[in-house]
């Protein structure tokens, strides 16, 4: 099992450019999460999907923030236009059900966001 | 207020020490527990869910308590390579809520 694979590892990018970070879930999980991580915040909840719809993106920043999954195997947050306060850890995590069991969620590795 | 609240640390403690981290959640509706570790720059990983009756799993040891609204993890006999960031996660329906994590620094 391949895990999530999140893409880019590491993305800088000047202020008021559009940046997009990519997610693999795992294979048949039906729950897709992206999280934010900072040290005065530590991980926020951004938005989550089930089964490629999203369910709640109370958590999305703004309106510079927007997230899809067009099918079960990819996602994408992008942030368009990027502001150096979006610097951050960016996870992707996946779970078979809502998470609720044994199991927990899977995170990515992460994107890890520099914007200058 | 959070819905999870923890000791930021650091807990420093030598090797083979036992060490504990308590962890509140204000939501009573609560449904799951967990405990996640973080290495320094790395993801999150499921260390071991938290069930009602108390678990164990070699020498770490996870405890409920609904009534004060805790969950506790205990480490026992610390190495080195538990260093690391413990994380206390709940659940309520659909979404998991972090806390901001303990950190443990096992010293020689």
């Known amino acids: 099992d391949a895990g999530v694979i999140q893409s880019p590892r590491h993305e800088v990018t000047e202020m008021g450019q559009e940046v997009t970070l990519r997610c693999k879930p795992i294979?048949?999980?039906?729950?897709l999460f992206w999280y934010r991580q900072t040290m005065m915040r530590g991980l926020e909840l951004l938005i989550y999907?089930?089964?490629?719809?999203?369910?709640?993106d109370s958590g999305m920043p703004e309106d510079r923030f927007s997230a899809k999954m067009p099918n079960a195997s990819f996602s994408t947050l992008k942030i368009q236009p990027s502001e150096p306060r979006d610097s951050a850890v960016y996870f992707c995590?996946?779970?078979?059900?809502?998470?609720?069991?044994?199991?927990?969620?899977?995170f990515g590795s992460g994107t890890r966001l520099t914007v200058v | 207020r959070k819905e999870v609240e923890q000791d930021p640390g650091p807990f420093n403690v030598p090797e083979g020490a036992t060490v504990a981290f308590n962890c509140t959640y204000s939501?009573?509706?609560?449904?799951?527990f967990f405990w996640y570790r973080q290495d320094c720059r790395k993801e999150p990983k499921l260390l071991m869910s938290?069930?009602?009756s108390g678990n164990e799993d070699g020498r770490f040891t996870a405890q409920l308590n609904r009534a004060s609204q805790y969950i506790s993890l205990l480490i026992r006999d610390s190495k080195l390579s538990d260093s690391a960031t413990y994380l206390c996660?709940?659940?309520?329906?659909?979404?998991?809520?972090f806390g901001s994590g303990t950190k443990l620094n096992v010293k020689p």
């Open positions: 995590a996946s779970s078979l059900g809502q998470g609720a069991g044994s199991y927990g969620y899977t």
């Open positions: 294979s048949g999980h039906d729950y």
């Open positions: 939501n009573s509706a609560s449904q799951s």
């Open positions: 999907f089930n089964n490629n719809v999203p369910i709640d």
């Open positions: 938290v069930y009602s």
């Open positions: 996660v709940n659940s309520n329906f659909n979404k998991f809520y």
